[in-house]
């Protein structure tokens, strides 16, 4: 163990800490911008930077070891002084024009200069905004828009991008002031191998990455008599909607969003989850039928689109592994484009489906071809709480609703899919349940829960069939176990979600600058198995509505109706070059 | 990067311009696939050493230095002559791909600015009249 004092107070910590986990220790704020708990240090923005007792320079607290007897001023009139130097060069980068005025700004509320400008006491701003030429906004994409005006070269978004999500869109190029963020020959987001996952934009410090808003659309949409509008929401969003309005992480809101969205005029709330359920009937049926029939394995899931992106960039090999079931998004717009509209009256020409997201790449997957515009608009999590605050609704005192009943009742097992391992813990639930007949007796497959990278379990069936599941999520980790698969390894059944964690910390929903990435998500993932826990309805084969809609329009799981309505195909993209 | 795989990144991608005039796309893939970094790393890469191109360029290269010595001898109106009469931005190759502009620094040769090179022929203390009749001869 190392002592050494902080700001004059003795702290003893683990060796090859850094001084700013010395720092933390004794609940001195050191200011960071580069820093992010969850990547590898940088040591690019030097806002850190603190005095040691005995040596001239000035060391940045994230990159260096906290030694025996250490002496640290964190905050030494010279400290000060050179932290505002530095920060008033790096807003200099950031180019604030009126037209950038922060009070238009994505970040309104959680941008991270804000946070460091009020930590370290900003009274002055002396030199002025440093672009001389105008740089271009990379509009290119269908999910995420850079603009790089706003951008520091904090480098997060290139860190994130390949050491997360194990991609590598981003990179610098240039030198020197000309230094800048840029894709593969300044291609574009939407022109090279980005997965649109969003893990970059919520880890930008600024609002330089944000998604293609379809704010606007929706407005109109709910402004316009003609038009049935209705809404979905994902799994996650209702653990974490509340944040946006200064809960906790891992809030669960769920009656309070229901009545917030028919506040702001939506015709009918529906839930995702409820075709969550109905995507498990549908995967789970393949599952079965490609396991006893040795077809393709292992089954890949298919329900987190930037994944799907990855595969086809990057394992296009695989493409015929993957479940041929669509999304529970894009089959609640398959579902209400037909069924809905049918029973409702309505011609499906007037019908517009909206979804709330927690995901960036949701507004991608919506524009497919393969989808034929089911989903109109996807807004997520971010925008939703935009827009209600825009009308004033106050949503985490409202009373709670309840969804509305046609599309709109769920399992638990639908609400675990935003967490990384249940859609494996929902289809097994119900796999099971379709190969013997009979449901599992403990239906809770811990194995597969929890924050680790890589999880896998075995889930003995019958006397001839365990079977061998396994789970990845953020894409790094999915390349990881795409590589086990091509290896050799032996799996029945593979989820893979695009984010770390699964969809609760998706690329749409709040950015939480106070609190550790490990700590929302843990929240977050925890509201969701609380939810399933106090459902009376857990499995996704018992929901009634789901019953109902195979007895009245779709006959069974797997059935030729089915899967005109509910599967899809996949494109081989590849990277050029390779 | 590492140091040493930015140093084989060099020697790599030296070789390749050799042959090739310049960097095509699939070799930065092939790079990229050798050292286990993403296109976008090896590219950024290229970028900061102004002496690659990633894209094709014109039959003679045309660099001429801003960096404060020349500068300081106008080295500017030496730029503005030559774009004027290539009608080019640096940076940018002529429809014929006669010519690819560059603006660079240093070039070493700081007491004889301002400096102007043709491929790897060096013209020091030149006038933009000069500038304009050696590009001239070049058509
Ligand atoms: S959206 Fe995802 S894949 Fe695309 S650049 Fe951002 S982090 Fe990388
Ligand atoms: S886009 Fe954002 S995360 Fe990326 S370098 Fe710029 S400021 Fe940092
Ligand atoms: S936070 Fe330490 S150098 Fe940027
Ligand atoms: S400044 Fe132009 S050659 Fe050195």
């Not at chain 1, 905050?75 to 922060?102: G, Q």
């Not at chain 1, 509320?109 to 906004?137: F, H, Y």
């Not at chain 1, 927690?358 to 497919?368: D, I, L, M």
């Amino acid at each position: 163990m190392i002592n050494l004092t902080v700001d004059n107070k003795e702290v003893t910590v683990e060796p090859n800490s850094t001084i700013l986990e010395a720092a933390s220790k004794v609940n001195v704020n050191i200011p960071t911008l580069c820093f992010s708990d969850d990547l590898t240090v940088y040591g690019g923005c030097r806002l850190c930077v603190v005095e040691v007792e005995g040596s001239d320079r000035l060391r940045p607290a994230c990159n260096t070891r906290a030694r025996e007897g250490m002496e640290v001023k964190t905050h030494s009139p010279r400290v000060r002084e050179v932290r505002k130097t530095l920060f008033e060069l790096i807003i200099a980068s950031h180019d604030i024009s009126c037209e950038l005025n922060c009070l238009i700004c994505n970040r309104q509320n959680s941008c991270q200069l804000k946070d460091v400008a009020e930590d370290i006491g900003i009274s002055r701003m002396c030199l002025t905004p440093g672009a001389d030429e105008e740089r271009e906004s990379d509009h290119s994409s269908h999910s995420v828009v850079r603009e790089p005006n706003k951008c520091i070269n904090c480098a997060r978004c290139i860190r994130k991008c390949e050491e997360i999500q194990g991609v590598g869109v981003f990179a610098q190029a240039s030198r020197g002031p000309e230094t800048k963020v840029t894709t593969f020959k300044d291609r574009g987001m939407g022109n090279v191998e980005c997965t649109n996952c969003g893990q970059c934009v919520v880890s930008c410090p600024t609002g330089a990455l944000h998604e293609v808003y379809h704010m606007d659309q929706v407005w109109e949409s709910l402004y316009d008599e003609q038009k049935h509008v209705i809404v979905q929401t994902a799994p996650s969003v209702r653990v974490a909607l509340a944040e946006s309005f200064g809960e906790e992480p891992g809030t669960i809101a769920t009656g309070q969003m229901v009545a917030a969205l028919r506040r702001l005029g939506f015709d009918r709330v529906f839930d995702t989850n409820f075709t969550a359920d109905l995507t498990i009937m549908e995967e789970a049926t393949e599952v079965v039928n490609r396991v006893t029939n040795n077809d393709n394995l292992p089954v890949l899931t298919s329900c987190s689109p930037g994944w799907i992106k990855y595969i086809e960039h990057f394992y296009p090999d695989y493409l015929q592994h993957l479940s041929s079931a669509k999304s529970p998004q894009q089959m609640f717009g398959a579902v209400a484009k037909t069924y809905y509209a049918e029973n409702a009256g309505i011609d499906p020409e007037d019908l517009v489906v909206v979804s709330i997201m927690p995901c960036t790449a949701k507004k991608f997957e919506a524009s497919r071809p393969e989808m034929n515009d089911d989903v109109d608009y996807v807004l997520t999590t971010r925008e939703a709480a935009r827009m209600l605050k825009s009308v004033g609704v106050d949503v985490c005192n409202l009373e709670p609703e309840k969804y509305d009943e046609m599309l709109g009742v769920s399992s638990g097992a639908g609400d675990i899919f935003g967490a990384s391992g249940g859609v494996m813990e929902a289809a097994v639930r119900t796999a099971y349940n379709m190969i013997t007949g009979v449901n599992l007796q403990e239906i809770e497959v811990t194995p597969v829960r929890g924050l680790e990278g890589l999880k896998s379990a075995e889930i003995p069936v019958t006397d001839d069939l365990t079977l061998k599941v396994g789970v990845a999520h953020g894409l790094n980790n999915a390349g990881i176990m795409m590589e086990k698969i091509k290896a050799g390894e032996e799996f029945h059944f593979v989820e893979m979600m695009a984010c770390p964690g699964g969809c609760i910390s998706g690329g749409g929903q709040p950015i939480n600058t106070e609190r550790s990435w490990r700590e929302v998500r843990e929240k977050r993932i925890a509201g969701l198995y609380d939810i399933d826990e106090n459902k009376e309805l857990r499995l996704s084969h018992e929901n009634p509505k789901i019953q109902k809609l195979y007895e009245e329009f779709l006959q069974e799981p797997g059935s030729s109706k089915a899967h005109k309505l509910l599967h899809t195909e996949y494109v081989t993209r590849g990277v050029p070059g390779t | 990067m590492q140091k040493e795989d930015t140093d084989i990144l060099l020697e790599m991608a030296h070789d390749i311009q050799d042959t090739y005039g310049y960097i095509p796309e699939k070799e930065i893939a092939e790079l990229a696939e050798k050292l286990s970094e993403s296109r976008a790393t090896i590219y950024g890469a290229l970028e900061f050493y102004s002496m690659f191109y990633t894209e094709p360029t014109g039959k003679y290269i045309i660099r001429i230095c801003d960096s404060i010595s020349c500068y300081m001898n106008n080295s500017n109106e030496v730029l503005e002559a030559v774009q004027d009469y290539l009608k080019l931005e640096a940076g940018e190759t002529s429809d014929d791909k006669l010519f690819t502009l560059e603006v660079v620094e240093c070039l070493g040769h700081c007491g004889e600015g301002p400096v102007m090179m043709v491929d790897d022929r060096l013209h020091t203390q030149i006038s933009p009249g000069r500038a304009v009749e050696i590009l001239s001869k070049l058509h």
